[in-house]
Nanobody
Framework: AVDVMESGGGSVQAGGSLRLSCVAS????????LGWWRQPPGGQREWVAA????????HYADPVKGRFIISQENTKKMVYLHMDNVQPEDTAMYYC????????????????????WGQGTQVTVSS
């Protein structure tokens, strides 16, 4: 089984920066995928960014390209989401997820039903 845990959420003003952290534990596999999704108030969950361990590939959803960076720390099975120039529309509960691999097709992470999810960390951006 795989567990993931997020940390680092909080409140920030528009234009500011925030860093989220996620650590995975358990039987993740050699090229597993660790990344971020978010769910805004009253909205649907959408993917944000993903990173492949072993290969180092990174993937981003269009709304965050150029503002968010996902980085990984291989030895600790950790990823960080560096969020710059955040905007009120970035307000959401951010979830970390671990999947056997990053299946990104058509700019969308097709996450498996067996993926592991964290409890979420809230990010609130004020204007």
């Amino acid at each position: 089984a795989v567990d993931v845990m997020e940390s680092g959420g909080g409140s920030v003003q528009a234009g500011g920066s925030l860093r989220l952290s996620c650590v995975a534990s358990g039987s993740t596999g050699p090229n597993f995928c660790l990344g971020w999704w978010r769910q805004p108030p009253g909205g649907q969950r959408e993917w944000v960014a993903a990173s492949t361990f072993g290969g180092g590939d990174t993937h981003y959803a269009d709304p965050v390209k150029g503002r968010f960076i996902i980085s990984q720390e291989n030895t600790k099975k950790m990823v960080y989401l560096h969020m710059d120039n955040v905007q009120p529309e970035d307000t959401a509960m951010y979830y970390c997820a671990a999947d056997r691999e990053c299946t990104v097709i058509g700019g969308h992470w097709l996450i498996a039903g067996s993926a592991a999810w964290g409890q979420g960390t809230q990010v609130t951006v004020s204007s």
